[in-house]
C-alpha cells in the first residue's frame, strides 16, 4: 500500500546535526513533491520545507532556511532532511508527507503522511 | 506569512451533535485550503482539499465550505471516532502555514 516511513530520530546535543529520512512505497515516488513537517510535543503543526518532484526546486519556512537542506534520491525512493546547528527548540516530531497531486509542487494539499521520527535536542 | 487562526480553541460536543469549526485567514487563501484530522499519537490525516472537497475514504458527515479568508469545518453528527484535534491549512503562498488547531472534546 502507498506508504512513508520515517527513520534517524535520535536524542543529540545542541549545535550538533543529524539526518532524517522518509522511505517511500506503494507509489511511483519520482512523480511527487514531497514535504517535511514538524510537530513539537504538545503544539501545533509547523511546515517545514518542500523539494519538486525532481528534486530541481526546493522552499523552506524562514525557521530552519540556512541550518536544514531537504533532499531525495528518486533511484531509492527516499527523501532527507539534513539538520545542522540544531537547537534545543528543534525538538519534534518529524513527518514527511506527499502532495495529492503528481508533478506539482504548488497549491497542493498533504494526502500521505509518514507516522513521524522523534528528534530530540538536550544536553 | 499567512496566518491561520481557527476558533474556537476547544469544542465540547456530545456524540450525535454537529460541529462546527472555523478557519480564518489574514489574507486570500483562494480555495487551497485543508482540513486534518490528528488523533492521539497518530499522523494528521487529510478530510477535505480545496475548502470543499472530501478526501478519499472520508465520511459524508465531513463537509467543507468557504472561500478566500473565511472556511468553516461541519461534523455533521459526531461519532466517538471523531473526537480529535482539527486542523486547517493553507497551501496557496509559501511559506505553507497551519492553524493552531481546534480539538473536539466529549461533552
Known amino acids: 500500500q502507498v506508504q512513508l516511513v520515517e527513520s534517524g530520530g535520535s536524542v543529540v546535543p545542541p549545535g550538533r546535526s543529524l539526518r532524517v529520512s522518509c522511505a517511500a512505497s506503494g507509489f511511483t515516488f519520482s512523480s511527487y513533491a514531497v514535504h517535511w513537517v514538524r510537530q513539537a510535543p504538545g503544539k501545533g503543526l509547523e511546515w517545514l520545507a518542500v523539494?519538486?518532484?525532481?528534486?530541481?526546486?526546493?522552499y523552506y519556512a524562514d525557521s530552519v532556511k540556512g541550518r536544514f537542506t531537504i533532499s531525495r534520491d528518486n533511484s531509492k525512493n527516499a527523501l532527507y532532511l539534513q539538520m545542522n546547528s540544531l537547537r534545543v527548540d528543534d525538538t519534534a516530531m518529524y513527518y514527511c508527507a506527499r502532495t495529492l497531486t503528481a508533478f506539482t509542487y504548488g497549491a497542493n494539499p498533504f494526502e500521505i503522511w509518514g507516522q513521524g521520527t522523534m528528534v530530540t535536542i538536550s544536553s | 506569512e499567512i496566518v491561520m487562526t481557527q476558533s474556537p480553541a476547544t469544542l465540547s460536543v456530545s456524540p450525535g451533535e454537529r460541529a462546527t469549526l472555523s478557519c480564518r485567514a489574514s489574507q486570500s487563501v483562494s480555495n487551497n485550503l485543508a482540513w486534518y484530522q490528528q488523533k492521539p499519537g497518530q499522523a494528521p490525516r487529510l478530510l477535505i482539499h480545496g475548502a470543499s472537497a472530501r478526501a478519499t475514504g472520508i465520511s459524508a458527515r465531513f463537509s467543507g465550505s468557504g472561500s478566500g479568508t473565511e472556511f468553516t469545518l461541519t461534523i455533521s453528527s459526531l461519532q466517538s471516532e471523531d473526537f480529535a484535534v482539527y486542523y486547517c491549512h493553507q497551501y496557496d503562498r509559501w511559506p505553507l502555514t497551519f492553524g493552531q488547531g481546534t480539538e473536539v472534546e466529549i461533552k
Open positions: 523539494i519538486s518532484y525532481d528534486g530541481t526546486t526546493r
